[in-house]
């Protein structure tokens, strides 16, 4: 839990100080790391483990809150490894979509925020909030860490609208 309490505490701090001025490299910066969010989504939903491995860094983690809303929420804490184990047993047909994500960028480390839905085999199954760590590694963003609440009851409508496969 002391790992999760960092990411929070350092995705609060971003959000203070990181909406600098938007330059060329801010925004090619604010561009990629969203792509590499939206890559590791694509990658559960294709069971693709090679491209879920490359865009972490070893000893990433994975933090899912069930039931955000209650006081009796738990967390869930998965290795990058086991994440990507699983990822490849996976029978179901998952689809997970973002959108209006927000970037915050500062030097080689950014944090993306972005709300999400979540569909096993065509059928809805829960929304919630993703939150995305990244760090640039030898000049590629990586992930670090994802932390996403899960919620079964009372989703917005996606602006996306209905999946199409």
């Given at each position: 839990?002391?790992q999760?309490?960092?990411?929070v505490a350092?995705?609060a701090t971003?959000?203070t100080?990181?909406?600098a001025?938007s330059?060329?490299?801010r925004?090619?910066?604010s561009?990629a790391?969203?792509?590499?969010a939206q890559d590791?989504l694509?990658?559960?939903s294709t069971?693709?483990?090679?491209?879920?491995?490359?865009?972490m860094?070893p000893?990433?983690?994975?933090?899912s809150?069930?039931?955000?809303?209650?006081?009796?929420?738990?967390?869930r804490?998965?290795?990058?490894?086991q994440f990507?184990?699983m990822l490849?047993?996976?029978?179901?047909?998952?689809l997970?979509?973002?959108?209006?994500?927000t970037?915050?960028?500062?030097?080689?480390?950014?944090?993306?925020?972005?709300?999400?839905?979540?569909?096993?085999?065509?059928?809805?199954?829960h929304c919630?909030?993703?939150?995305f760590t990244?760090?640039?590694?030898k000049?590629?963003?990586?992930?670090?860490h994802?932390?996403?609440?899960?919620q079964?009851?009372?989703c917005a409508?996606?602006p996306?609208?209905?999946p199409?496969?």
């Open positions: 839990m002391r999760l309490s960092i990411v350092l995705s971003l959000a100080g990181a909406h001025q330059t060329p490299d925004t090619a910066d561009a790391v969203v792509g590499v590791l694509r990658a559960i069971r693709d483990t090679a491209l879920a491995r490359r865009l860094l000893g990433a983690q994975l933090a809150i069930q039931d955000p809303a209650s006081a009796a929420n738990s967390a804490i998965q290795a990058d490894s990507v184990a490849g047993t996976l029978k179901q047909r998952y997970e979509r973002m959108w209006n994500p970037v915050f960028l500062q030097g080689s480390l950014a944090v993306v925020r972005t709300p999400y839905d979540f569909h096993v085999d065509g059928t809805f199954s919630g909030v993703d939150v990244l760090v640039r590694s000049g590629e963003w990586r992930v670090t994802v932390v996403y609440t899960v079964r009851q009372n409508a996606s996306l609208g209905p199409t496969t």
